[in-house]
């Protein structure tokens, strides 16, 4: 059984930082294309980065560039997210996700494994 679980979230300032986890378990995902997504109440989910696992081609959203940098540890098969510089509009459920496809998609419907997710509120 796959399973992805996220920690790390939490209460933090603006302009503060905090740096997801996400351990994936039940199966390799060496050719796996993996994701962050994050979603507030009333509204869809949404892409906030996205890497190959094969080759690290990584693609992020707009509002999180020069702030958030993906990275991951294939021997412990791990993903994370450094977030850095917060603010209040990063409050969110953030979640990790797993595609058994190696190409990266920005849609959420395109990932087959979901973790449970972690709450990050940034306060200002």
């Known amino acids: 059984q796959v399973q992805l679980v996220e920690s790390g979230g939490g209460l933090v300032q603006a302009g503060g930082s905090l740096r997801l986890s996400c351990v994936g378990s039940?199966?390799?995902?060496?050719?796996?294309?993996m994701g962050w997504f994050r979603q507030t109440p009333g509204k869809e989910r949404e892409i906030v980065v996205i890497?190959?696992?094969?080759?690290?081609?990584?693609a992020y959203a707009d509002s999180v560039k020069g702030r958030f940098t993906v990275s991951r540890d294939n021997a412990k098969n791990t993903l994370y997210l450094q977030m850095n510089n917060l603010k209040p509009e990063d409050t969110a459920v953030y979640y990790c996700?797993?595609?058994?496809?190696?190409?990266?998609?920005?849609?959420?419907?395109?990932?087959?494994?979901w973790g449970q997710g972690t709450q990050v509120t940034v306060s200002s």
């Open positions: 996700a797993a595609r058994g496809y190696s190409a990266i998609s920005r849609y959420p419907h395109d990932y087959d494994y």
């Open positions: 039940g199966r390799t995902f060496s050719s796996s294309a």
């Open positions: 890497i190959s696992w094969s080759n690290g081609a990584t």
